[in-house]
């Protein structure tokens, strides 16, 4: 990010040079093609600092010019577009039963998609920890092959605590030159929903991610919202059935019991079956629902009705345009839709399943990095 001069010093030319390129970076990524003429309209630069901007951009094989386009008035415009090939930046998701890794140039386009079964839950930490570094060193074999800089990699799971995950993997590719971060799964799913998802652009959305519990990835005022000490979107806990069965936390009726998968497996799938992982169970729940099994449906709405009453404290606390349903809640979003709708009563909320699914966390991971770029941390 980039920091606020100091109010005791002038302000340093060159810190408004690589604030005036991040700003013409970031309009060139949101409207190509598009031309000086257009950049300097939209961002009240002169032409002649434009055009200086550009050329630098260039030069560093961030944009490049894509053509010429006539108009009724004047000469032609030499189009702008991002420069896709020099750079790539890659993100890895961690999940409880799986690896993901995405890798995507500057433009946009996906360089690679690999999926991997992760070490069994019980396994040691360490085996997890050699699984992810040698994921991430292939990514990075990969990208670079091609002849292609990394700008960063980004690890999401799901707390950012993962005992020093970040600091293994960065040895283990012996300190490389691009930064190594760990990130909230579900601030980095809303981060790729909010870049690449249907609703890609919004200043307001809420990212709702599910598996053992629920959390929420924010986009507000067109930022992430983390919180003081990153903990925004825990809303597991939140209590949306206040005579329902007591949680762990010693609350009764936390959205987890409801909308978490062990919950959901409970209550939906017969007692005498029991999912190999996560990912089986939620077919299951699916296969199930698709039938018309009227106990899979009927929980399905009633965890539904809980998720209304969630989403209706996040629309009167934090007023969202949409709220989307990531991770295990994606493939199960025609039954909880219906249900969670109906709870809002006349709050002007969208829930929509993510579109950006399976791959949200990782893609996220990615767009963490390009994000940096774009704040003016330029190559």
Not at 35 to 62: E, F, P, Q, Y
Not at 98 to 116: C, E, K, M, N, Y
Not at 236 to 242: E, K, N, R
């Amino acid at each position: 990010m980039i920091g606020l001069p100091s109010a005791t010093r002038p302000t340093d030319l060159a810190d408004v040079r690589v604030t005036n390129l991040a700003l013409v970076l970031r309009h060139v990524r949101a409207h190509a093609p598009c031309s000086r003429a257009d950049i300097a309209a939209a961002t009240g630069l002169n032409k002649a600092t434009v055009s200086s901007l550009v050329t630098d951009l260039i030069a560093r094989r961030l944009l490049r010019e894509s053509g010429l386009v006539g108009s009724r008035i004047g000469r032609p415009a030499t189009m702008l577009t991002l420069e896709g090939m020099p750079y790539a930046a890659i993100g890895i998701e961690v999940g409880p039963d799986h690896l993901t890794a995405v890798a995507v140039d500057f433009a946009g386009g996906r360089l690679l998609t690999w999926r991997r079964a992760a070490p069994a839950p019980s396994a040691p930490a360490g085996r997890t920890v050699a699984a992810v570094a040698a994921l991430a060193a292939r990514a990075v074999g990969k990208v670079t092959g091609q002849g292609r800089t990394v700008l960063g990699l980004t690890l999401g799971t799901a707390d950012a605590a993962h005992d020093g995950l970040g600091a293994q993997v960065n040895r283990s590719l012996h300190d490389p030159s691009f930064e190594v971060v760990v990130a909230r799964a579900a601030d980095l799913a809303a981060l790729a929903e909010q870049r690449e998802g249907s609703h890609a652009g919004s200043d307001d959305l809420v990212h709702l991610r599910g598996g053992a519990g629920v959390t929420a990835g924010i986009i507000a005022g067109g930022r992430p919202l983390r919180g003081a000490r990153g903990l925004a979107g825990s809303i597991g806990h939140l209590t949306v059935d206040p005579d329902g069965p007591r949680c762990d936390c010693g609350r009764r009726g936390c959205l987890d019991l409801s909308l978490g998968l062990p919950a959901l497996f409970r209550a939906a799938l017969p007692t005498d079956e029991t999912p190999a992982d996560w990912g089986a169970g939620v077919e299951r729940l699916v296969t199930l629902a698709r039938t018309g099994d009227a106990i899979a449906v009927a929980a399905l709405a009633a965890a539904g009705a809980r998720l209304g009453d969630a989403v209706r404290a996040l629309a009167d606390v934090l007023d969202p345009s949409v709220v989307l349903l990531g991770g295990a809640l994606t493939p199960l979003a025609p039954w909880l839709v219906p249900a969670a709708t109906a709870r809002l009563d006349d709050r002007h909320v969208v829930v929509a399943a993510s579109t950006v699914e399976p791959h949200a966390v990782a893609l996220g991971g990615a767009a963490l990095a390009l994000g940096r770029l774009e704040a003016g941390a330029l190559p």
